[in-house]
């Protein structure tokens, strides 16, 4: 934890000089379209770069990036970073202005066009672009995501970056195309660039009004995790703030000075909506980023008070983080961080396979048998998402909440938990009891139904939580998840 705390400190220090600071805001406020916005300060002349995301509401790995990118802190200039520019549309997850008419429900259609004299339509653009023109940045750039990658299917922008080819820009994005690029290995879902801004975007605006050297950014999100999507805006805007020699930080750093960070893994293992249903428990209680396998190997867990693994393969899982990623997880629990693993996430806090992290005392059920007609089965499957029933203990009650008598909770294949008896590893503590079972072979009944459904421990100075079924897919039992995460954490 100390650690954190320090590197924490290193980031903010750099704003304490004298001409230095850092000032927040909000546009439209009062409003249903309020953006708020964050500016860093330098307090050495440079260029002026503003940032922007979230514009279509069904692209939220543009508002993640951009989110993420409001705490860096530069060297020289200015950087101004608007992260959710369509807050509405990014609650519903829909591309355009909810509720506006078709003429001026695409925000990145309603700046104003080429031809055109009169100004931006619609209350959010003439909001946005007062607040824009009012800063007249030397650079804009507006991250966006594409549904496929351009060299595969040329009918999507995704992975490009679209700029005005200006001669500055004609230097800045060959830099931030080979810094993203680098990442990529499939050479057809590499970073293109491509011309021009389309009529009526912001970034298209920002050039021919203002002078800005402006782009917009294209992720791609076929296939691909957010966190991931959000990483790559992030080394693009990166290697153009090196350019200008205005980074100061990494291109890692994704949260500010906030009181409870958690990092939520939605990578390669992670199934379904694991990560969304945990982002619905912390909402409004916590500051969440998405991470992946990359990002926990590059160290960015020692920035969060808590790491949450949900559901999917623990294997797989395992496999992804691979063992760099693997030995990060377990470094961040033992200098004080929280493990919070659901489901998939408490095969991999396991100590009984070769590739779980040993951080919880307790192994699974998941012996192989030969089923008479059937053949050989691992025991760990017992069939699809069911309901099942589950009772806090005494010390469950006094972590989670006084919730008495048993109670129904999904299940799907959540790990069998027993202890493992691993030498120097603290025993767990059951918090929960599974009081009902599913099976779907011979030789698992009467195996789950008394055994631990949810467990707490400790990994050297961190707390780890272990989480057999699914309780953060219903919102009647979010308080339930949302004080073990706290506890994880070691919530204050």
Known sequence: MRRRLAIGLMIFLTLLGASAAVTTGVIAEGTRWEMAWRVHESGQPGPTVLVVGGVHGNEPAGASAAGQIQHWPVKRGR???????????????????????????????????????????????????????????????????????????????????????????????????????AAVSEPKKKFVRLRYPVDGSLARAAHERLGAHAMICETTSKNQPRSQRARQHRLMVHALLTHLQMAQAGPHVLVGKDDFRVAIYDAGGVGGNGPRNVDRVLAGHAVVRRVGAADVRDGVLEQFHLAVFPGGSGSKQAKALAPAGRKAVQNFVRSGGGFAGICAGSYLAAANYEWSLGLSNHKTFCKSVDIPKVGRKSMWY???????????????????????????????????????????????????HFRSEVSRYEPQKGTMTGTPAIISGHYGKGRVLCISPHPESSPALYELVRRGLFWAGNKK
């Open 79 to 181: 950087l101004i970073v608007v992260p959710r520019a369509n807050g509405p549309g990014l609650k519903d997850g829909t591309r355009f202005l909810p509720g506006v008419a078709l003429k001026t429900r695409d925000l990145n259609r309603d700046f104003q066009k080429t031809d055109s004299k009169d100004g931006p339509i619609g209350e959010p653009a003439q909001a946005l672009w007062k607040f824009v023109s009012g800063h007249k940045p030397d650079w804009l750039i507006d991250l966006h995501e594409g549904t496929d990658f351009h060299q595969i299917n040329g009918k999507s922008v995704g992975s490009s970056i679209i700029d005005v080819h200006s001669k500055a820009s004609g230097v800045a994005v060959p830099l931030m195309l080979k810094a993203v690029n």
């Open 382 to 432: 017992r069939g699809p998402s069911a309901t099942v029933q589950m009772e806090l203990t005494d010390a469950g009650r006094k972590i989670l909440g006084d919730k008495k008598g048993a109670f129904d909770v999904r299940y799907h294949n959540g790990p069998i938990m027993s202890p493992m008896g691993k030498a120097g590893l603290g025993a767990f503590q059951p918090l929960a």
